[in-house]
């Protein structure tokens, strides 16, 4: 009750389901690909990516997610913010 909900991040669909070797962590049919923070066209790492990008690149102070097999550790790693 009273949140505020400022913007919503890009995921990767059924929880990264659809990652294979041809298409990359953090795609999605509406959002299009997430960019990692740092490396232009880097794999950003987990289903979770949006989220942790927008977190490294200063766009909000925190953000959510629920973890499940490391979509929320790992892209938290690669966008340097854990």
Do not use: D, M
Request: hydrophobic share 35%; aromatic share 4%; net charge positive.
């Amino acid at each position: 009750a009273g949140a505020i909900i400022l913007g919503k991040a890009s995921l990767s669909e059924w929880s990264n389901f659809r990652s294979t070797n041809k298409s990359r962590e953090g795609w999605s049919a509406r959002g299009g690909p997430v960019n990692s923070t740092y490396v232009a066209n880097g794999n950003p790492s987990g289903s979770s990516s949006g989220t942790a990008v927008a977190v490294s690149a200063g766009l909000c102070a925190g953000g959510l997610g629920t973890e499940t097999a490391g979509s929320i550790v790992s892209p938290s790693s690669v966008a340097n913010i854990v």
